[in-house]
């Protein structure tokens, strides 16, 4: 596979906007994706999208070419991918698969969710149906029971604490205050986070991701023709997507993510580097278990040793390993669709010097991991300096 | 009618016996379709019979009905295709 690098980002803020309908949303980051890449319409051969329940949410099929027609991109392959929160990850994946075998040279992937206006237990009925809805979800499972259910085994098999957990909201929440685009600009502290109210025990309502409209787009290429675009590439060096069972209850171990697990060790072969020389990530906190369980699957920790990692703040913007740098998840938001790509732009905005007063001094070197359900599908990718 | 109703279909036709608390929650935010349910407890089962299974725990879930990791559990009854177990 040739080199294939990013070389435009757009992200739109993530929110709550009653004003705006899903199709403006992924226009505006996709057209300062093409801004900053120096490339017009005309110029994308093809289009990737990731979208989890578009059709759900808002009531509009066949999205892809709905929205690059408002583009107006045309004439060209526009298809939408689907693997729950791990939608545009995997369009991601599909779309750099394709540059990467010389199928198309300047490709526009991007990912949008408009979830807001449902109210929330509609929201929890719609994101039910990326589980096992004639198993967990015929017996009243949401997302957020799953995951509680994994931090409850996590907390007594390895002795993970509430206050560990607390721990990863709060250093979103501070990340995400200093974070323009992020939909919650609130530093919490530790006793809030505590004391929030119950959601599905133990996990509260901080230990939450937020239900956020919003759109991210990547412009991408091959490595050798980037600086015709732009003097600013990152360079994809690994990539991989995987998978597993839907049920949670068909794993046979609920404390990791065992597609998280294979999709870093392929994406970390591919750029020939080891989870220890990884300096920076942004991880699919959509819960804040699922941050420790991150840190385990990728290999930054050892297994069980999450918790304690975080709420020695060596995860924090001035930590040895800084995490989210964006707000994460929680803080920044979480359109489900846009999520993967947003992570991209997140990590890709740090290795150019662009993210503000979040910058981080060590910045040659990240990763991004998007994870679908409660594991089915997991997306890893490598990003460096080019 | 001769056509089955596949609503009304188990997933799990057969009394599925003895097990053992795997993992569990009390949901306090439930889906549209279980707001009149909550909070409810949901754990995953594992099965005497081998394999494991989400189900709900029949009772009070915020009194001596609820249920812990590594309790003994036996099933109690299907409602509406959702299978109840109840501490042993």
Known sequence: MRPVAVIGLGKTAFGAFPDRDLRSLAVEAGRK????????????EAFYLGNFAGPSFVGQNHLAPYIAGAMDIKDVPCTRFEA??????????????????????????????KMTSQPTAKVSEILAGAGDMDGEGRAGATFAALFAMIARR??????????QMAAVAVKNHANGAKNPLAHMRKVITMETALKGKPISDPLTIYDCSLVSDGAAAAVIAPLERASEFTDKPVRILGVAQTSDYVALDQKAD????????????????????????????????CFTIAEIIALEDLGFVKKGDGGPYVLEGRTCLKGERPVNTSGGLKAKGHPVGATGVGQICDVAQQIRGEAGERQIEHNSLGLAQNLGGSGATAVVTVLGKA | MSVEDPVSENPVTENPGLGVVYTETVVFAPPEQFIADAPYQLAIIELGSGGRLTARIAGDSAQADRVHIGDAVHFAEFKNGIPFFRKA
């Open chain 1, 254 to 285: 609920i404390t990791l993510f065992r597609a998280v697990k294979a999709a870093a060790e392929k994406a970390y072969k591919m750029a020939g580097v080891t989870a220890q020389d990884i300096q920076f990530a942004e991880v699919h906190d």
């Open chain 1, 84 to 113: 729950a929160c791990a939608s545009s990850g995997s369009a991601f994946f599909h779309a750099v698969s394709a540059v990467g075998a010389g199928l198309y040279d300047v490709v526009l992937v991007g990912g949008v969710e």
């Open chain 1, 33 to 44: 994706s093409l801004e900053d890449a120096h490339v017009s319409p005309s110029q994308i």
């Open chain 1, 154 to 163: 996590h907390m007594y098999q390895f002795g993970t604490t509430r206050e």
